[in-house]
């Protein structure tokens, strides 16, 4: 019985291929049964000075159809409140003025706790999931008394003035 090397370099590169993908498969089950951890909350010191939001992901939808997303970004979602301006990043990192957000909804279901901001000039809406309902009070704290609010968010908003959010908690 004679064995070329030809045959052996196979046989080699099988039994490699399948210790590979039995490892993979043992990673992935492992990575799928760890919980994922919701965003810190702000917490003083951090130099954020209660501006800068941790959110689980941001979403570009229409206006009309709340719950469709056309693009999201979990992976490294920006949400922040400057001066007169929202900074976010779905696809890319944009800037808008806090002037153009014509209404501010709030949507929530199964353990997500969204807002929706939807702008006066674009059919788009852009919507932050913030994890919890205390973020989205404080969140709601944040915005300029000027920016109109749905009688959900205008609610959420007194819920979490009442409470006296602490978000370092």
Do not use: H
Not at 11 to 20: E, N, R, Y
Request: proline share 7%; net charge positive; with cysteine.
């Amino acid at each position: 019985m004679d064995i070329s090397w030809m045959a052996l370099a196979f046989g080699a590169m099988v039994v490699i291929a399948q210790g590979l993908s039995f490892w993979f498969m043992y990673w992935l089950f492992k990575k799928l049964r760890k919980p994922k951890s919701v965003a810190p909350a702000y917490a003083p010191g951090t130099g954020l000075d209660g501006k800068a939001i941790a959110v689980l992901a941001t979403f570009i939808g229409l206006r009309r159809l709340p719950w469709v997303a056309l693009a999201s970004n979990s992976l490294n979602p920006v949400f922040r409140l400057e001066g007169q301006q929202v900074i976010y990043r779905v696809l890319r990192q944009k800037q808008r003025p806090l002037c153009d957000v014509s209404r501010v909804d709030m949507r929530s279901a199964y353990g997500t706790f969204n807002l929706v901001f939807e702008f006066a000039d674009s059919p788009f809406t852009l919507i932050v999931n913030l994890g919890s309902a205390s973020r989205m009070a404080y969140v709601l704290s944040l915005l300029p008394p000027g920016i109109p609010l749905s009688e959900r968010a205008q609610a959420a908003r007194l819920a979490g003035n009442a409470a006296q959010y602490q978000p370092w908690v």
